[in-house]
């Protein structure tokens, strides 16, 4: 029989990597809303702690804040045994990655291919692939050790499309000055989706793992932009934060008990065309 209940994250440890950015702090905002403890895992401490507030205001539940580096397998295992003390982890969700602001005056990178440096390669990478296999090795091995649980992977819709240049174009600018959405976004986006399929099939009996690709949300773009972009959407629109929530959760719970590796657009239609 079907129930509410199945959509219950209540007495468990729910991982969020990149928690207090723009999106994860919807991630864990949903999470504490269906009763989970959200694990919050992030440098940036201030904006952490003030997420930690407004988890407790507004659901009452406890989260939990590390910031740390996520790319450090050491750190990682240090919370792992912090996290243990008290919860059991239930889910994990792969979610930290530097990703380029698209505001009113446009696209904050200077990013273009032909001058693309190693130093930004490594960092993308690491933050984006690196950090999500470790966190997925380590968090993962130990669920799957014990009582199981569900990975969700964050991708994008530029994981399975690529990125339309032409979106950010500025006019009177020179090709070769004009901002562009980096290769190394396409390059993790897609790269989680691979990681999906691998996690789901490596420990198939005891964890699920899918992958959400978000499309754009609205967040201070200029009209010029949105303009642009909402053309190339199906729904007319770009997302609002609130708008990944309801799979998210439905992806940790057991709710979507027979989903696994499945890799699930939420783009407005915008991989439809």
Same mark, same amino acid.
């Given at each position: 029989?079907?129930?509410?209940?199945?959509?219950? &994250?209540?007495? +468990?440890?729910?991982?969020?990597?990149?928690?207090?950015?723009?999106?994860?702090?919807?991630?864990?905002?949903?999470?504490?809303?269906?009763? +989970?403890?959200?694990?919050?895992? =992030? &440098?940036?401490?201030?904006?952490?702690?003030?997420?930690?507030?407004?988890?407790?205001?507004?659901?009452?539940?406890?989260?939990? $804040?590390?910031?740390?580096?996520?790319?450090?397998?050491?750190?990682?295992?240090?919370?792992?045994?912090?996290?243990?003390?008290?919860?059991?982890?239930?889910?994990?969700?792969?979610?930290?990655?530097?990703?380029? $602001?698209?505001?009113?005056?446009?696209?904050?990178?200077?990013?273009?291919? /032909?001058?693309?440096?190693?130093? =930004?390669? =490594?960092?993308?990478? #690491?933050?984006?692939?690196?950090?999500?296999?470790?966190?997925?090795?380590?968090?993962?091995?130990?669920? #799957?050790?014990?009582?199981?649980?569900?990975?969700?992977?964050?991708?994008? =819709?530029?994981?399975?499309?690529?990125?339309?240049?032409?979106?950010?174009?500025?006019?009177?600018?020179?090709?070769?000055?004009?901002?562009?959405?980096?290769?190394?976004?396409?390059?993790?986006?897609?790269?989680?989706?691979?990681?999906?399929?691998?996690?789901?099939?490596?420990?198939?009996?005891?964890?699920?793992?899918?992958?959400?690709?978000?499309?754009?949300? /609205? #967040?201070?773009?200029?009209?010029?932009?949105?303009?642009? $972009?909402?053309? /190339?959407?199906?729904?007319?629109?770009?997302?609002?934060?609130? /708008?990944?929530?309801?799979?998210?959760?439905?992806?940790?719970?057991?709710?979507?008990?027979?989903?696994?590796?499945?890799?699930?657009?939420?783009?407005?239609?915008?991989?439809?065309?």
């Amino acid at each position: 029989m079907f129930s509410k209940s199945i959509f219950d &994250l209540t007495h +468990g440890a729910y991982i969020v990597t990149g928690g207090s950015g723009f999106l994860g702090r919807a991630h864990c905002h949903a999470i504490a809303a269906f009763g +989970g403890t959200p694990i919050i895992l =992030d &440098l940036n401490k201030s904006a952490s702690d003030i997420l930690l507030e407004e988890i407790k205001s507004e659901h009452d539940v406890r989260a939990q $804040v590390y910031p740390i580096d996520i790319t450090s397998k050491e750190e990682l295992l240090k919370v792992l045994a912090e996290i243990t003390k008290s919860l059991p982890i239930k889910g994990l969700v792969n979610n930290a990655a530097r990703n380029p $602001v698209v505001s009113r005056t446009g696209l904050e990178t200077s990013s273009r291919l /032909e001058n693309f440096s190693l130093e =930004d390669w =490594d960092k993308d990478i #690491n933050v984006g692939l690196k950090g999500s296999f470790l966190c997925t090795q380590v968090f993962g091995s130990h669920m #799957n050790e014990f009582q199981g649980g569900s990975i969700v992977n964050i991708s994008s =819709d530029l994981g399975i499309i690529a990125p339309k240049q032409s979106l950010y174009k500025i006019e009177n600018k020179n090709e070769s000055e004009q901002p562009v959405k980096p290769v190394t976004y396409s390059i993790v986006k897609t790269g989680l989706i691979g990681l999906t399929r691998y996690t789901a099939s490596y420990w198939p009996t005891k964890i699920r793992c899918n992958c959400l690709c978000p499309g754009g949300i /609205e #967040n201070n773009q200029s009209q010029s932009f949105l303009n642009k $972009v909402c053309a /190339e959407i199906p729904l007319g629109r770009l997302a609002k934060l609130d /708008e990944y929530g309801g799979a998210l959760i439905f992806l940790l719970s057991s709710a979507s008990s027979y989903m696994n590796g499945a890799i699930i657009s939420i783009d407005g239609g915008r991989t439809t065309w």
